[in-house]
């Protein structure tokens, strides 16, 4: 049975763009569309979106809100939640946790709802590597 799988930021990006991402997490992302598992993203990455766009740092020929509304259109893809108690986990994360907020959000929503990231982040990766959380490098 496929495990349902969060995508940071760069991951949903990528996934929107119809860019190259690993078989790995290409299978991982088919997987859990096909068993309904559930391909997740966090509302973190909304902002992030947002964040990037208004710094020019990324160009969308749709607004980031009706970019974000497509990302959830795609087959499989929902919405992670973001509770007070995953927030308040970020904040407490087994070193060696990820220093940027948005990852650490990322991180606890994994840790709490058992999802496998795809990310290809600096600072996930080797928190996955550690034995903190599952991932799958894109």
Same mark, same amino acid.
């Given at each position: ?42 509302? +973190?990455? !909304?902002?992030?979106? *947002? ?10 020929? #749709?607004? $980031?809100? /009706? ?38 959000? +990322?991180? !606890?929503?994994?840790? *709490? ?10 600072? #996930?990766? $080797?928190? /996955? ?10």
């Amino acid at each position: 049975m496929a495990r349902p799988v969060l995508l940071d930021t760069c991951a949903a990006i990528w996934l929107m763009n119809g860019d190259t991402m690993s078989a790995a997490s290409r299978a991982a992302i088919r997987a859990a569309q096909t068993d309904n598992a559930g391909v997740y993203v966090s509302p +973190i990455s !909304a902002w992030e979106i *947002a964040t990037l766009v208004a710094r020019n740092r990324l160009h969308l020929t #749709l607004s $980031p809100e /009706a970019w974000f509304a497509a990302l959830l259109a795609l087959p499989g893809v929902r919405l992670a939640a973001l509770p007070p108690a995953v927030l308040i986990a970020s904040a407490s994360l087994p070193p060696p946790a990820p220093k940027d907020p948005a990852d650490r959000m +990322i991180a !606890a929503a994994a840790r *709490a709802f058992g999802y496998v990231v795809v990310t290809r982040d600096g600072e #996930l990766l $080797p928190y /996955a590597q550690a034995g903190n959380l599952e991932a799958i490098a894109c």
